[in-house]
């Protein structure tokens, strides 16, 4: 079974920036979307940022701007990088591939303080 593993993440202070990355374990079969979610009550989660099939990024509102997603197919990776924290950024970003059937990573946490 695919393994989504996130890195980076953390603290940073209003303005700041931060990176987080996601590697799939393996190859997905039929991969078409691939990005993050940030981890919300009875398991619904907003949509940060995605790179849908055409490579097409698709961002939420709020981050536009602030945050660029990217993503190596050859390395399985998809990475986010934040910038111009605010505080409302702060959460629990899920790593989210959907292929032959959608895959979670188990999140990694970025605190953003004033």
């Known amino acids: 079974q695919v393994q989504l593993v996130e890195s980076g993440g953390g603290a940073a202070q209003t303005g700041g920036s931060l990176t987080i990355s996601c590697t799939a374990s393996?190859?997905?079969?039929?991969?078409?979307?691939m990005g993050w979610y940030r981890q919300g009550p009875n398991n619904q989660h907003p949509m940060v940022a995605l790179?849908?099939?055409?490579?097409?990024?698709i961002y939420r509102d709020d981050v536009k701007g602030r945050f660029t997603i990217s993503r190596d197919n050859a390395k399985n990776t998809v990475q986010l990088q934040m910038n111009a924290l605010k505080v409302e950024d702060t959460g629990v970003y899920l790593c989210?591939?959907?292929?032959?059937?959608?895959?979670w990573g188990e999140g990694t946490q970025v605190t953003v303080s004033r």
């Open positions: 393996e190859p997905i079969p039929g991969l078409n979307a």
């Open positions: 790179i849908v099939k055409g490579n097409i990024a």
């Open positions: 989210y591939a959907r292929g032959e059937r959608a895959e």
